[in-house]
């Protein structure tokens, strides 16, 4: 009777411990996130959206000023509670979950514009990132960019900013010697949808390096 209690003990932690492999897209905007985002939803696999984006958008359709511009304390407070609210979305049975962004990118835009989260919500912040165990990071490596309505960032800006979040990134402990932390580099593909796909084979062989899943791409 003790071995078969021990048994079902031990059975329990393990399948309690296991967690999806978290794979976290960071850095600037229109650098191609959301697009392999996307791409890997169709896939079948779990994706978590952008929150900035969300709360834009849900700003702007109800006819308020952009949030970037109305208050930014606020709407660094309110990035911060959708992307702890989407996340919850991530179950532990999923294998792996591809996220467009984590609260990371707050202390990095936080960084790049001087203006520090409020108080409680960095403390918030930073719990939730040490809680989530994220298990890579990828920064893509900028693309064409424009503003528009959602995106407010000078052209200009967009190297200053993808260098912030990179030091961001090791600010927070992730390092390419430690194979948590990667550029992911632009290729010389003749169309959109070929550089998606090379940037998805170079995501694939990183999964597979550091957590020896192999993922089909045979239909890809």
């Not at 996307?38 to 709360?55: D, N, Q, R, Y």
């Not at 834009?56 to 208050?71: F, R, S």
């Not at 989260?117 to 939730?128: D, M, T, V």
Request: glycine share 4%.
């Amino acid at each position: 009777m003790l071995k078969k209690n021990l048994a079902i003990l031990l059975s329990l932690f393990l399948i309690s411990s296991l967690s999806a492999i978290k794979i976290v897209f960071e850095g600037v905007p229109e650098s191609g996130k959301s697009t392999l985002i996307k791409f890997f939803e169709e896939k079948g696999f779990k994706t978590i959206p952008e929150a900035a984006t969300l709360v834009i958008e849900n700003a702007l359709k109800k006819g308020k000023k952009h949030p970037v511009l109305a208050d930014p304390e606020k709407f660094q407070a309110d990035i911060i509670d959708m992307q702890i609210k989407l996340e919850k979305d991530i179950k532990e049975e999923e294998e792996i979950a591809f996220l467009d962004r984590v609260p990371i990118s707050s202390f990095g835009y936080a960084k790049h514009r001087k203006h520090p989260l409020p108080p409680e919500s960095e403390i918030k912040a930073r719990k939730h990132i040490k809680k989530s165990e994220y298990d890579i990071i990828f920064l893509p490596e900028p693309l064409p960019y424009k503003e528009d309505e959602i995106r407010k960032e000078k052209p200009e800006e967009i190297k200053e900013i993808f260098d912030t979040m990179w030091e961001t990134c090791l600010d927070f402990g992730f390092r390419p010697e430690n194979n948590d932390l990667f550029i992911l580099p632009k290729f010389s593909a003749k169309t959109k949808e070929e550089e998606i796909k090379w940037r998805a084979y170079f995501i694939v062989e990183i999964i597979y390096k550091n957590f020896g899943i192999a993922i089909d791409t045979s239909n890809w």
